[in-house]
T-cell receptor, first 113, second 114 residues
Framework: KQEVTQIPAALSVPEGENLVLNCSFTDSAIYNLQWFRQDPGKGLTSLLLIQSSQREQTSGRLNASLDKSSGRSTLYIAASQPGDSATYLC????????????FGGGTRVLVKP | SAVISQKPSRDICQRGTSLTIQCQVDSQVTMMFWYRQQPGQSLTLIATANQGSEATYESGFVIDKFPISRPNLTFSTLTVSNMSPEDSSIYLCSSSQGGTDTQYFGPGTRLTVL
């Protein structure tokens, strides 16, 4: 059974510092991995999707890496801003046919001005 | 990206009653998904809804408690039946647009059961 873990559960940084968020999964047989952002009481916003054959994806200040063999993904957010304060969730999808996502517990980020 | 809307956005209900949550996608999709997010926790898949067939439920979720309809390729409903305070959660629907693997989520329905 796939288990997804995100450490730390919470993170507080001063504005301008780079953020490093970790995601680990127990079963390396994944189809893809997706990072989401969730603001309090809101739905999820997709940030980046990494296919199992890819090593990284970039979008603006965001960069996500994937090391499937070791069961790890890292989300980097450069030059953090107060608007980056949110909970960040990673989720893995096991197969192409089944769209079920298994989520990690999330990392709650606070960027202080 | 897919645009997914949900109604209601929030509700406060009495125990023993039922609530039906609607999910609308702006394009035709094969599969729609219903997730639950209990307070302070991550998301758990309730069921997968395919148009024209019975929904497929995950372990721990049953049709009598969470009946799902999928009348067409852009719409689905989830009913939370005979509610108890333990059902207080955010319920989210999700889908991916044809040709992409990215999963998109609706804004969620925040349910409080008294």
């Amino acid at each position: 059974k796939q288990e997804v873990t995100q450490i730390p559960a919470a993170l507080s940084v001063p504005e301008g510092e780079n953020l490093v968020l970790n995601c680990s999964f127990t079963d390396s047989a994944i189809y893809n991995l997706q990072w989401f952002r969730q603001d309090p009481g809101k739905g999820l916003t997709s940030l980046l999707l990494i296919q199992s054959s890819q090593r990284e994806q970039t979008s603006g200040r965001l960069n996500a890496s994937l090391d499937k063999s070791s069961g790890r993904s890292t989300l980097y957010i450069a030059a953090s801003q107060p608007g980056d304060s949110a909970t960040y969730l990673c989720a893995v999808r096991r197969t192409a046919a089944g769209n079920k996502l298994t989520f990690g517990g999330g990392t709650r980020v606070l960027v202080k001005p | 990206s897919a645009v997914i809307s949900q109604k209601p956005s929030r509700d406060i209900c009495q125990r023993g009653t039922s609530l039906t949550i609607q999910c609308q996608v702006d394009s035709q999709v094969t599969m729609m998904f219903w997730y639950r997010q209990q307070p302070g926790q991550s998301l758990t898949l309730i069921a997968t809804a395919n148009q024209g067939s019975e929904a497929t439920y995950e372990s721990g979720f049953v049709i009598d408690k969470f009946p799902i309809s999928r009348p067409n390729l852009t719409f689905s409903t989830l009913t939370v039946s005979n509610m108890s305070p333990e059902d207080s959660s955010i319920y989210l629907c999700s889908s991916s647009q044809g040709g992409t693997d990215t999963q998109y989520f609706g804004p969620g329905t925040r349910l409080t059961v008294l």
